[in-house]
């Protein structure tokens, strides 16, 4: 490791304050989390915290400062002392490993994080030079957020979907059953990798509109225009359902607003049972006037309000 001043760029009389301020600033730009696709940035990290842990220690900061221990801290030899110089042995000292303890280190991570990631800690304590926190499990990678337009009639009858990610890769989903616009769906696996495994995508669907169908719960509802003529006589119309058209019994002498119901055609709910499609008759008369005037002299006046009293 280099030299722990050039690595916080700091000089050799910084205070306290700024070794403090230059390493949460450095924390920050290189922290894992923030760089799960640099592992450069993991490297960096662990070296600027070893830095921060020597010129933290006071005791630790004025023994290299006399070069008495070196930047990792280890007992620099005597000179022609064990022989190498390599900082292993000499007068009450063991030899160590140059590797870095999080948990043995004495920083006082919560106070460093809580100001980087938003804790909303203040002073912070230093835990007691022979207490070891508990190392925290490995996290997975962030979760990425997708928006997918499902088609009613896909969303009616579950068809398979496909959204494309952010690495340009294709992914098939199913959709849930009793889906409804606004539900988020989880895709394990697919978001950005980390120390334990990838995040997964989160899928928000909306649903978009029928230009003839409406949903009513796991029903289906349609307006459905007839002639005069199928309304008296009765008769077969085709109607448009999510299934492809059908064709539907009109009865004779059908009044307008009268609802036929078509089973099994509606949205699929959560307990995998189809709702229906509910027909509604709207009788649509001619549009050419001179037609309509033959049609009216063809048919007499009928009284049809006399349930209500008018």
Do not use: W
């Not at 001043?5 to 894992?32: C, F, M, N």
């Not at 870095?100 to 804790?119: Q, R, T």
């Not at 697919?190 to 169908?213: E, R, S, W």
């Amino acid at each position: 490791m280099a030299d722990p001043y050039s690595i916080l760029g700091v000089s050799k009389g910084a205070d306290e304050k700024a070794i403090k301020t230059a390493y949460r600033k450095l924390a920050k730009e290189l922290h894992p989390d923030k760089n799960a696709d640099n592992p450069k940035a993991a490297d960096r990290f662990s070296e600027v915290t070893r830095a921060y842990d020597l010129l933290s220690d006071a005791k630790k900061r004025a023994q290299f400062d006399r070069g008495e221990i070196d930047e990792n801290g280890q007992a620099r030899a005597p000179f022609g002392y064990g022989g190498g110089g390599n900082g292993f042995g000499g007068p009450g000292q063991n030899p160590g490993s140059a590797s870095f303890d999080f948990a043995g280190s004495g920083i006082d991570l919560g106070d460093i994080f809580d100001g980087i990631f938003g804790g909303g800690g203040g002073g912070g304590t230093r835990p007691n030079p022979g207490s070891r926190p508990q190392p925290q499990p490995l996290a997975k990678g962030a979760n990425i957020a997708y928006e997918h337009l499902v088609s009613f009639t896909d969303a009616a009858i579950l068809a398979p979907q496909r959204i494309t990610l952010r690495d340009g890769k294709t992914v098939e989903f199913k959709l849930p059953k009793g889906v409804v616009s606004g539900q988020q769906i989880r895709i394990p696996g697919k978001g950005q990798p980390g120390p334990a495994g990838h995040g997964d995508a989160m899928v928000t669907l909306k649903i978009g509109k029928h230009p003839h169908l409406v949903r009513d719960g796991d029903n289906i509802r349609i307006d459905l225009p007839i002639s005069l003529k199928e309304a008296v006589a009765g008769g077969k119309v085709k109607v448009p359902t999510v299934d492809g058209p059908i064709l539907l019994t009109v009865p004779p002498r059908t009044n307008s607003g009268a609802t036929l119901r078509i089973k099994g055609r509606g949205f699929t709910d959560k307990a995998g049972e189809r709702g229906d499609q509910l027909v509604s008759l709207m009788i649509h008369l001619p549009n050419d006037p001179a037609e309509l005037a033959k049609l009216t002299e063809c048919l007499s006046d009928q009284p049809v309000r006399v349930d209500m009293g008018v």
